[in-house]
């Protein structure tokens, strides 16, 4: 048998290694973007010069014809999903027996004027951090627009670099539609700190040339233009399924699958960030565009495939990132607006930029989830306190036990505690 | 200010490289009686004629002639079987050093002051400006920068670095203007002029504080990595440096007490051992407690926190790698080849020094010389010396930091780091936990590992790292962007491997 899989990200290389424990069957992965597999979410730390395109590959180059696992690269440009043959750009053919997309994510572009300009682009793959580096020299002055992940990201990419940044953001304060409003506002007084020009409220208009196909400056509603040699569109990602439209393949937003990566058509499946779940399980969105999330299908895929029918069950929620200095962690639910019955408490330093805040049910005292900047906490600890349904007076009483701070480091679980029973009571 | 550092540092390099061709060198009668032994004069005397009272305004051929009139003797010692009476002192740097007359030896002070008031002033207004950054792991540019990617100002401080270690440990001879320039402070602090290991263990110690407060300024959000620098930078200058200088000014054995067997290789030489009985109980502690450190001592505090107890806290050897290497931790080989080689190079000096020390203490106590019959033991010591003492631990283990990474040695050679290493892997509360699923395989962790371990192949899985090599430097906690890492000693039975 012979199990193609279209993307080698996070997703479908999972989804090979964890196959290739299982079987003897030929697997192959097909990828339009790099021979090898490597981690996106380090593309930063290649233009920052933290490390080198080497080091962002999990493996080493030997390892997948060890594995006898077969690469190519080359990009599928349609399916016949009846004769089970995929059609590569340069005119050549496969053919498959099992399916597996895994074809990841694209940036949004919502068809502004000049967003097609030389010096504008989104960051999503190896290719755009290759544009990215050969205009960096040029650049004085990047603008970014749109402020969550990898918005965020670029901005610290560029500032590194020494350009001045300014950085749009439509709404209110920093990824409000996620973050509580506490920790929004000190992410804001975090980024100005490291002298990036945060602009909220703020949306552009259109970007302007210079009459040669290059981006000169941006306009922004009120009027305001803003000259400047960059602009990194960073307003989300969507499921890169363009050359899937139109087929007999069943989509929306992304790839339509139920909680077996089964897609509408026999033998072919999607995992990863292209996939919109028909029934997402308990807590989670039918688009989660997360790394850890893509290991879990792909481990899972291959589980399905070997005879082992399990369906998808990514746990708790959890995630993690870095906002320039602050690191964060999340367990469980803390949406930006508590629902009625939930009480949201939180302390915060004085002074550093540090802050906890746990979630729990008014009637039952059930904890629902926490959020941790500047303080590293233990996701086992987290995850096993969301599955028993602890109380909150319980998870105070052993905040302690969840911290992962390294030595030596000061620990703040008596003044946390102290406010967070202030706040209950 | 950090383009002035620079060009200080620049001019007190150049000055300190011009210094070794300054000064001028006669041979007087006086200079021999005084200097040679006496049963050494009549030999070198007439060998030493031609060079007597003739100007010399360079050590080169002044040294090398004196080197040469003394293997001369040999030989002919040799060759008339008088092995016994043969020379080994090191004249062509002792009678250099005495015959000295030019403007070095004159201000070796001035010099002094001019050169490492200079390199310390520039290395200051270098370090100090990084306090403007907000504190965090501040990576940028890394492998950019043409010192710390193995570009051409990496290869110029390797090759720099990689000759000095050769004049050191082969030609010292060639560098006795630089040991005289040490004389005025190794006077003050010892009562004796400075010999070449002087002027080394004055260099590691300035390198080793100054490149620390580097590293308090970079890791100021860490107390982990401050406390760990004040530790490395508080052994190298008391236990390593000052202690030894002031024991050898009371007339006592001089010891470094923190330095242990078999990284100390020639701990139970006859001369060592030899040295220490005749000094009395202090001696004789100072033998106990050297074998009571590495018989006892280590597995103790190993089983309780792993090898970085000694590896990243207490090691001289260590400690210059976490200070003036840590700008090359990077260079590290992750590569499953280098792990290779890696365990069997390094347990194969473990088995050399092992064998090589019972062998000398088998002469030292049976007055053998040979082992199994054929064996020479005094020819192991030597060749352990010469191999691994000099050419592993000093011209690849320092000289090749900006080539290789800061720990070549650690990682592939110390017989000391072997031992605690298998202790640390089979029997030890030390890991590296890894939490849950929050590792994104970034590869921050494997980049900055100065051990070259492949930390993100075990975090990604979510397992604990536990491996004989991790000096517990915590950087991959460190710079770790999702919190995933952390240095813990828990009981071994609950390690996640
Ligand atoms: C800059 C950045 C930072 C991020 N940081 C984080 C983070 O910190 N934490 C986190 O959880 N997530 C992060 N993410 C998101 C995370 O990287 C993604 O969720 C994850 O990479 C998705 O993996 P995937 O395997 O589904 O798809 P991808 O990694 O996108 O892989 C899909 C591959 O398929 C290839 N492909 C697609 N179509 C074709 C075709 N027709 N023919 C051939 N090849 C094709 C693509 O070229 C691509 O190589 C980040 C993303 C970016 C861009
Ligand atoms: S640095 Fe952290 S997130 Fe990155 S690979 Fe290592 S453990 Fe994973
Ligand atoms: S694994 Fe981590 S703590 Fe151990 S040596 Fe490597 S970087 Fe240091």
Not at chain 1, 45 to 54: A, N, V
Not at chain 1, 370 to 393: A, C, Q, Y
Not at chain 2, 276 to 300: E, N, S, Y
């Amino acid at each position: 048998m012979h199990i193609a899989i279209i993307g080698n990200g996070i997703s479908g290389v999972t989804a090979a290694r964890y196959l290739r424990k299982k079987t003897n069957d030929r697997i192959t992965l097909i990828s339009s973007e790099s021979d090898h597999f490597f981690s996106r979410t380090a593309l930063m730390y290649i233009y920052m010069g933290h490390m080198k395109y080497e080091h962002t590959k999990p493996y080493e180059d030997w390892f997948w014809e060890k594995n006898k696992l077969g690469l190519i690269r080359n990009e599928v440009i349609s399916i016949d999903f009846e004769n089970k043959k995929l059609k590569f750009k340069n005119s050549e053919s496969l053919s498959y027996d099992k399916l597996i997309l895994a074809t990841g994510s694209k940036p949004n572009k919502f068809g502004w004027k000049g967003q097609n300009l030389n010096g504008v682009q989104g960051l999503y793959s190896y290719q755009d951090l290759e544009k990215l580096e050969e205009i960096t020299p040029k650049i004085k002055t990047g603008v970014i627009v749109g402020g969550g992940l990898i918005g965020i990201e670029l901005a610290e990419m560029l500032k590194s670099r020494g350009k001045n940044v300014i950085f749009l953001v439509r709404e209110n304060s920093f990824w409000d539609n996620i973050l509580p409003e506490a920790e929004s506002k000190m992410i804001n007084n975090h980024i100005k700190k490291h002298h990036i020009d945060l602009r909220l409220n703020t949306e552009f208009e259109e970007i302007i040339d210079d009459g040669n196909g290059n981006v000169k400056e941006i306009k922004i509603k009120n009027g305001e233009i803003l000259p400047c040699e960059f602009v990194g569109l960073t307003v989300g990602v969507s499921p890169n399924i363009e050359f899937l439209k139109n087929t007999k393949l069943d989509t929306d937003i992304g790839i339509l699958v139920d909680k077996y990566f089964q897609t509408n058509i026999t033998d072919v499946f999607a995992i990863g960030d292209c996939v919109q779940h028909r029934e997402p399980p308990a807590g989670r969105r039918n688009l989660e565009q997360i790394w850890y999330t893509g290991k879990i299908m792909g481990q899972t895929i291959a589980e399905i495939l070997t005879g082992n029918k399990t369906s998808y069950n990514p746990g708790n929620f959890f995630n993690s990132a870095k906002f320039l200095d602050i690191e964060y962690q999340t367990y469980g639910q803390v949406p930006a607006n508590p629902p009625e019955n939930i009480n949201s408490i939180f302390w915060k330093h004085q002074i550093e930029d540090k802050l906890v805040r746990i979630n729990f049910e008014i009637t039952s005292l059930k904890v629902t989830g926490v959020n941790t900047f500047g303080i590293r906490m233990r996701h086992d600890v987290w995850d096993k306190w969301l599955s028993e349904e602890l109380t909150i007076n319980q998870v105070l009483n052993s905040l302690t036990r969840a911290n992962f701070d390294p030595e030596f480091f000061k620990k703040h679980e008596t003044e946390i505690v102290e406010e967070l029973r202030s706040q209950i009571s | 200010m950090k383009k002035t550092g620079i060009i200080f540092l620049l001019i007190s390099i150049t000055i300190w490289i011009l210094s070794l061709f300054l000064n001028q060198f006669k041979l007087t009668s006086e200079i021999l009686h005084e200097v040679v032994k006496k049963e050494h004069y009549s030999l070198l005397e007439p060998e030493l004629q031609n060079i007597r009272d003739k100007n010399f305004n360079e050590v080169f051929s002044f040294s090398t002639e004196i080197k040469s009139a003394v293997s001369r003797i040999n030989n002919k010692l040799e060759s008339e079987g008088k092995y016994n009476e043969k020379i080994f002192d090191n004249y062509e740097l002792s009678l250099s050093k005495a015959s000295g007359i030019g403007a070095v030896s004159k201000y070796p002070l001035l010099f002094f002051l001019l050169i490492f008031g200079l390199l310390i002033t520039g290395s200051f207004l270098f370090i100090l400006p990084e306090r403007k950054n907000l504190p965090g792991i501040k990576n940028d540019g890394i492998f950019h920068h043409p010192a710390t990617s193995v570009q051409w100002i990496g290869i110029i401080l390797g090759t720099l670095l990689i000759c000095f270690y050769i004049l050191l440990y082969f030609f010292p001879h060639f560098i006795t203007n630089w040991i005289l320039i040490m004389d005025p402070l190794s006077k003050l602090m010892n009562g004796n002029p400075a010999s070449q290991w002087f002027l080394y263990g004055f260099l590691y110690t300035i390198a080793v504080l100054v490149m620390g407060v580097r590293m308090w300024i970079k890791y100021r959000h860490s107390k982990y990595q401050l406390f760990r620098t004040c530790s490395v930078m508080f052994f190298q200058l008391t236990f390593a440096f000052l202690i030894p200088e002031l024991l050898t000014k009371l007339n006592l054995p001089s010891a470094d007490l923190k330095n242990m067997w078999p990284l100390d290789y020639s701990f139970f030489f006859d001369y060592r051992i030899d040295q220490k009985i005749q000094a009395g109980t202090l001696g004789i502690f100072m033998f106990v407690w050297g074998i009571i450190l590495f018989t006892v001592g280590v597995p103790i505090m190993t089983y309780f926190f792993g090898k970085r107890w000694y590896c990243s806290w207490v090691c001289g050897c260590g400690g210059l790698a976490e200070t003036l290497g840590d700008p090359f931790r990077q260079l590290s080989s992750k590569k499953l080849k280098a792990w290779e080689i890696e365990r069997y190079l390094i347990h194969f000096v473990l088995v050399i020094a092992v064998v090589m020390t019972a062998g000398v203490i088998y002469t030292y106590l049976s007055g053998n010389s040979t082992i199994m019959g054929f064996l020479d033991t005094g020819t192991l010591r030597y060749y352990y010396g010469f191999a691994i003492g000099s050419i592993f631990s000093g011209v690849v283990g320092t000289g090749f930091y900006p080539l290789m990474g800061n720990r070549v040695w650690c990682r592939f050679g110390c017989p000391l780091a072997a031992y605690m290493g298998l202790i640390q892997r089979f029997k030890s509360r030390f890991r590296i936990t890894t939490n849950g699923g929050q590792c994104i395989s970034c590869g921050n962790c494997s980049t900055y590992c100065e051990q070259g371990i492949d930390v993100r192949w075990y975090a990604q899985r979510g397992q604990d790292i536990v491996r004989a090599s991790c000096v517990g430097c915590g950087v991959c906690s460190s710079v770790c962007p999702r919190g995933v890492l952390n240095l813990e000693n828990l009981s071994p039975a609950t390690r996640k491997i």
